[in-house]
């Protein structure tokens, strides 16, 4: 069975950090991309960072460039994602997710049915 669990969320002040994990089962770590995503109440989910597993490439969306960092322990098959200096629009559930391919990562944040198996997702609170 295939199993991603994210841990790490929680409640944190603005200009803070958190870090994110996505432990994968079931599959073949390096056979999937892994992505994360994010989605605030009333908005649609929004594609954050990915990572090829098999060959390293990251990618980011202009709205966390610079500020989050997406690595993985093949090792360990968990994903990680650091979030520096959060604000209150970092405000949102985090869901990590796997796709069969490694190509057009940054493409692929905006395509999030191209994901074909989904965390449940972990809640990140910014406040001021």
């Known amino acids: 069975e295939v199993q991603l669990a994210e841990s790490g969320g929680g409640l944190v002040q603005a200009g803070g950090s958190l870090r994110l994990s996505c432990a994968v089962s079931?599959?073949?770590?390096?056979?999937?991309?892994i992505g994360w995503f994010r989605q605030a109440p009333g908005k649609e989910r929004e594609g954050v960072s990915g990572?090829?597993?098999?060959?390293?490439?990251?990618v980011y969306s202009d709205s966390v460039k610079g500020r989050f960092t997406i690595s993985s322990d093949n090792a360990k098959n968990t994903v990680y994602l650091e979030m520096n200096n959060l604000n209150s629009e970092d405000t949102a559930v985090y869901y990590c997710?796997?796709?069969?391919?490694?190509?057009?990562?940054?493409?692929?944040?905006?395509?999030?049915?191209?994901?074909?198996?989904w965390g449940q997702g972990t809640q990140v609170t910014v406040f001021s």
């Open positions: 079931g599959f073949t770590f390096d056979d999937y991309a």
């Open positions: 990572i090829s597993t098999r060959f390293g490439t990251t």
């Open positions: 997710a796997a796709r069969s391919s490694h190509w057009y990562l940054l493409e692929s944040l905006k395509v999030p049915y191209e994901y074909d198996y």
